[in-house]
């Protein structure tokens, strides 16, 4: 990532932090108007907003940080590990929320001035989803895993606003008291899920998972495409390391090829490839033809 680049996606995490904090007081305030165990579980969720957005500031200055004798490959991981906290934090929540629910259950209670709660709540609600469209364009846009998972953690949020306030509403109408407990319960299975789905897509990228099957598939094309010249290419690896893309292939080339020619081919598969994954690595090794295996990518 070009330093304004990686200056610009470090702004926009320290701003999701200031708007954590925003979100967490007036979901906080909806709660203590209320009492609703719902709206209890709603300002919990971001109380880790919160501890995730400061984590993902800190992973993203440290990926921020470049190569160096100990981390020749650069930083990038650190994101991955801000996003597997965040999901371990969502996981906390789920069972606290889960905890608090069973209590309310047990002693029932009528939420206090619903609608004035709910109103801070909306309000609240609304920031959030706002804030979490532009994290998704900018984490996009920068391939940050720790602004895209700081934006589908506030997506989950606002999904699961929107049913409190609706369900809190209905128990203002209804007097139905077990709909409050049960919202609360209903959030902690929805915020329980996208924590694990959070993590288990962290922990790929810090084993290095490769690309998915769609941009694998448009790497060999390229690859096939933009090696006239050479015999095949075989050997192909792939990986992802925060926001670069990793690429490594064993490239056949003609015994009586010369070094400027097959270097020649090398740039132009290296810039095909750069101007479609953006921030990649890419590592060949050429080789004569007696070391073809007639598998991979074949060139014709």
Not at 3 to 19: D, G, L, Y
Not at 45 to 56: C, G, K, P
Not at 67 to 92: C, M, Q, R, T
């Amino acid at each position: 990532m070009a330093p304004s680049q990686a200056t610009q996606v470090a702004r926009i995490a320290t701003v999701s932090v200031a708007v954590a904090l925003l979100v967490l007081g007036l979901k906080a305030a909806a709660w203590w108007v209320t009492g609703s165990v719902a709206l209890y579980a709603d300002a919990l969720e971001s109380v880790v907003n919160v501890a995730a957005a400061v984590a993902a500031l800190a992973a993203i200055r440290l990926s921020a940080l470049p190569p160096d004798a100990n981390h020749p490959y650069g930083h990038a991981k650190a994101e991955y590990f801000s996003a597997v906290l965040e999901g371990a934090l969502i996981v906390a929540a789920a069972i606290l929320i889960l905890t608090e629910a069973w209590q309310a259950y047990i002693t029932p209670r009528a939420p206090e001035q619903a609608w004035t709660g709910l109103a801070v709540s909306a309000v609240a609600t609304a920031i959030n989803g706002a804030w979490a469209a532009l994290l998704f364009r900018r984490g996009k846009a920068s391939r940050s895993p720790a602004l895209l998972a700081d934006a589908k953690h506030l997506l989950s949020d606002v999904v699961t606003s929107a049913g409190v306030i609706v369900g809190v509403g209905a128990v203002a109408l209804t007097g139905l008291l077990w709909l409050d407990p049960l919202l609360a319960a209903l959030t902690a299975g929805n915020i329980l899920f996208s924590g694990f789905a959070l993590m288990r897509s962290s922990v790929g990228g810090l084993m290095d998972e490769a690309v998915p099957a769609g941009q694998l598939a448009r790497i060999r094309a390229l690859m096939a495409e933009h090696a006239s010249g050479a015999i095949e290419a075989h050997d192909l690896r792939t990986r992802h390391s925060g926001r670069f893309t990793f690429v490594e292939f064993h490239l056949v080339v003609p015994a009586a090829m010369t070094v400027s020619d097959a270097h020649e081919i090398c740039d132009r598969i290296e810039a095909a490839l750069k101007a479609e994954l953006g921030t990649a690595v890419i590592t060949i090794h050429v080789e004569p033809e007696g070391k073809a295996k007639h598998q991979g990518v074949l060139v014709l």
